[in-house]
């Protein structure tokens, strides 16, 4: 899409949630919004809170709505409805899934002249409401004019994108490769001094995998699992935990906001582990955190952009989903392998410098729209 010299092309974003609610897709809305210029480019985004008023913030204008309740982890709001209704945006800009936010398009007809999707996900979870809604959500993908993807390999993988291959836009997230100075005195590696450790990052609930890497650690000796996170599946694991006397092996370090802090404990980690089981994690942006670190990977053989990011036998090892004797066999090989080890954190930071730049991704962002 060309822009005019004076006059700003305006893009609308639309998802159930965003900033500061805190997610992946929420992340790559922010990182969107920050990469576009100012002085060329009109920021909105159009979603639902319960507790967060409309703002400005950062050159974007955040439209939230209040919503009646929560059904198939989307926001059912009428006001989200009347306020689509009353878009006019160059570009609308939706995020999937978000099928609440699809079926509402075709009831409210905002006023755009391109229709943009990003896909994250696979539908998972919405076999019920989906075999109403199924033919709806493919049409919406054949008038979209652009689908930006955040890795090549889901568009082969996911029966939605095959057909309209011609129309992805491989676009994935980016990350400040530079670490910041490390700090002289780790005090987790001095906490755990004469153990490995182990690390998994991101909320805690079911599709994650963690009760694997839990039950995994039950037949691994001297070494301990940090799990960075919170959610609605923390007493779960608190109870595996404790029902398998893993108090001292397992350590649920809850949510940690402070940026240095959390970089102490990517730093502090041997080998950051991504048990997920479902396809719904699409991407994994923690795998970029730890690999910039130089930090192995293992991941499960999901067919998502997660083994895009890193990759078997090169950055890490890849197991199957909800296997724990995979899992197990997978840390204990990298446990026993310091060059391995070595090998596979040096590709890692390798990778991210050179695919995942935030510098070169950013320039692609204006692309885009083009």
């Known amino acids: 899409m060309g822009r005019n010299e004076n006059k700003k092309t305006k893009v609308t974003h639309v998802f159930r949630y965003a900033y500061p609610h805190i997610g992946g897709v929420e992340t790559v809305i922010n990182q969107i919004n920050d990469s576009l210029p100012n002085e060329e480019f009109e920021k909105e985004v159009l979603c639902c809170s319960n507790t967060d008023k409309s703002s400005f913030e950062n050159g974007v204008k955040y439209n939230r709505c209040r919503y009646l309740l929560e059904l198939f982890n989307d926001t059912i709001s009428l006001e989200f409805l009347w306020k689509l209704s009353r878009v006019k945006t160059d570009v609308l800009h939706y995020h999937m899934p978000f099928i609440f936010g699809m079926i509402c398009h075709f009831i409210a007809r905002p006023k755009y002249k391109k229709l943009y999707i990003t896909y994250h996900a696979e539908l998972v979870g919405y076999d019920k409401i989906m075999k109403y809604f199924w033919w709806l959500y493919k049409y919406f993908y054949k008038i979209a004019d652009r689908i930006h993807v955040l890795s090549p390999n889901v568009i ?213 729209y083009i």
């Open 156 to 368: 082969y993988s996911d029966k939605i994108l095959t057909p309209f291959k011609d129309k992805c836009y491989v676009l994935p997230f980016g990350i400040d490769t530079q670490v910041e100075k490390k700090v002289e005195q780790n005090k987790i590696k001095e906490q755990f001094k004469d153990k490995k450790i182990l690390l998994c990052s991101g909320r805690l609930v079911r599709f994650k995998g963690f009760q694997y890497a839990i039950e995994a650690l039950k037949n691994i000796d001297n070494v301990v699992l940090l799990i960075m996170g919170d959610g609605k599946y923390r007493e779960v694991l608190e109870e595996q935990i404790k029902l398998n006397q893993l108090q001292n092996k397992v350590f649920l370090l809850g949510e940690i906001s402070d940026k240095n802090y959390k970089n102490e404990v990517f730093e502090a980690c041997d080998i950051f582990l991504l048990p997920s089981i479902q396809r719904t994690e699409s991407f994994a942006i923690v795998q970029l955190e730890a690999m910039r670190h130089g930090k192995p990977i293992i991941n499960t053989n999901l067919g998502t952009g997660v083994n895009y990011v890193s990759v078997d036998k090169e950055t890490g090892l890849t197991v199957e989903p909800k296997n724990s004797e995979e899992l197990t066999n997978a840390i204990n090989k990298l446990l026993n392998n310091d060059n391995l080890c070595l090998e596979y954190g040096e590709n890692a930071k390798r990778r991210v410098e050179a695919l995942f730049n935030l510098e070169s991704i950013r320039e692609r962002y204006k692309d885009l």
